[in-house]
């Protein structure tokens, strides 16, 4: 049996000089691909504080914009490979047709919702799970394989705990952008359900450092001080009306505020940056710099360049339609129960989440209470926020018209039910 390496750190600073030593004296010489490394094989790291996640104050040089653009496309489920070359571009070279074949984001966008309303309903689950590496990923020649297999949430007391299972880990290159991207995922789900930060564990099945890199390790030194991650998470306590109670609505509200306001952070989205809290806008100000103008396909999840290469326009008008021409041509290919569901989470809800709506609504209108043909899925719309994300209820295609017409202005519609009282 092949041994295992387990170390236990409080945080990534030194944590990140113990792991380096560890693989340079006890890694054995691995060539795969005909690159040469040391590889310490089996690694598991234990961060009992994540909070303090990111290697800084070492004499490792990180680029704190791409520790943003990668913790950012994360959250937001989404993957804009032009404003990561843009940063970095080392990244061109996993550029196919646009988009980053290996991006996690668009893996875990379907996914994340349904992890919230698992944790949020039973806090003794153990199916919190979401699969990144996909079962014919190696059928498909790419130059992007995803190093990462899984991430797992548990909830243990009071405190949300994670563990991320990786096949490959550079130990150089990679370590300090996982580490802090994930663990700002673990920080701001815990924030969604309600709940402490628990402990954070990184395994990789192989963890290594390239030969070529090696020298670069003595300029390390001990860190002078320890400091929480300078990247933070997606959080806020200002629409926090009902902190630590862990119920499946609130949590899944929380999870679509997070999730907009990160992409919006990335995007160049017009007056959104007015909505965004403190945290979200430390991001918004690394990355403005770096807005590549893509549009978002709200099936795939990926940002892609605005042209006809990738987009249809709408007929007879003069703007883009929000589904690339890949996804318009299988999309329709799915059956009603998986466009439902499809549907459901384009707006981070559930399935089972709609019919519980709707039963809450005795099957009508939140606002006219009719009942549009019949009161089949399909006649009801998912209105939404379209400053937080923030779902409000089911409405008919007219009262959610009327909304859109007036712009959830409550003073307008104040005006006009004085107008039509003064009028009768």
Request: proline share 5%; hydrophobic share 35%; glycine share 6%.
């Amino acid at each position: 049996m092949a041994a295992v390496t387990e170390i236990e750190v409080h945080d990534m600073q030194r944590g990140y000089l113990q792991l380096l030593d560890q693989i340079t004296k006890r890694g054995r010489s691995r060539v795969p691909r005909g690159l040469e490394t040391l590889d310490l094989g089996y690694t598991v790291v234990h961060l009992t504080n994540p909070a303090k996640a990111t290697p800084v104050d070492v004499g490792r040089s990180l680029n704190l914009t791409l520790a943003s653009a990668e913790t950012t496309q994360l959250i937001a489920c989404t993957s804009d490979v032009a404003q990561l070359i843009s940063i970095t571009p080392a990244f061109s070279a996993f550029n196919v047709d646009d988009r980053q074949p290996g991006a996690y984001g668009p893996r875990i966008k379907d996914q994340m919702p349904q992890i919230v309303r698992e944790l949020s309903t039973d806090g003794e689950s153990r199916r919190a799970v979401a699969t990144i590496w996909r079962s014919d990923e190696l059928e498909i020649d790419s130059p992007d394989y995803p190093c990462t297999i899984a991430l797992h949430w548990s909830i243990d007391g009071d405190r949300l705990n994670m563990i991320t299972t990786m096949r490959s880990n550079d130990g150089w290159l990679g370590v300090p952008y996982d580490f802090t991207m994930f663990t700002r995922l673990q920080l701001t789900l815990a924030w969604c359900l309600g709940v402490q930060v628990g402990t954070y564990t990184h395994t990789a099945w192989s963890m290594h450092i390239y030969k070529r890199d090696l020298a670069k390790l003595d300029a390390l030194h001990e860190p002078q001080s320890i400091v929480n991650s300078p990247v933070p998470p997606f959080t806020s306590t200002r629409y926090d009306t009902r902190p630590g109670e862990r119920c499946a609505a609130t949590a899944l509200n929380r999870w679509r505020r997070a999730n907009a306001w990160a992409r919006t952070a990335m995007m160049n989205l017009p007056a959104s940056n007015m909505t965004l809290p403190p945290y979200a806008l430390w991001h918004a100000e690394r990355l403005r710099p770096h807005y590549s103008d893509g549009l978002y396909c709200k099936h795939c999840g990926y940002v892609l360049p605005r042209t006809s290469q990738h987009f249809y326009t709408h007929y007879l008008a003069n703007k883009w339609k929000g589904t690339c021409k890949r996804c318009s041509k299988t999309r329709y290919k799915k059956t009603p129960e998986s466009r439902f569901a499809s549907r459901c989470a384009r707006y981070g809800v559930t399935p089972e989440w709609f019919k519980e709506q709707l039963e809450r609504q005795d099957h009508v209108c939140a606002i006219c209470r009719s009942t549009p043909n019949n009161g089949r899925y399909k006649d009801f719309v998912i209105d939404h926020d379209h400053a937080t994300g923030l779902v409000r209820g089911l409405l008919c295609s007219n009262c959610n018209y009327l909304l859109g017409l007036a712009d959830d202005d409550i003073e307008r519609l104040d005006r006009a039910i004085r107008y039509l009282r003064g009028a009768s």
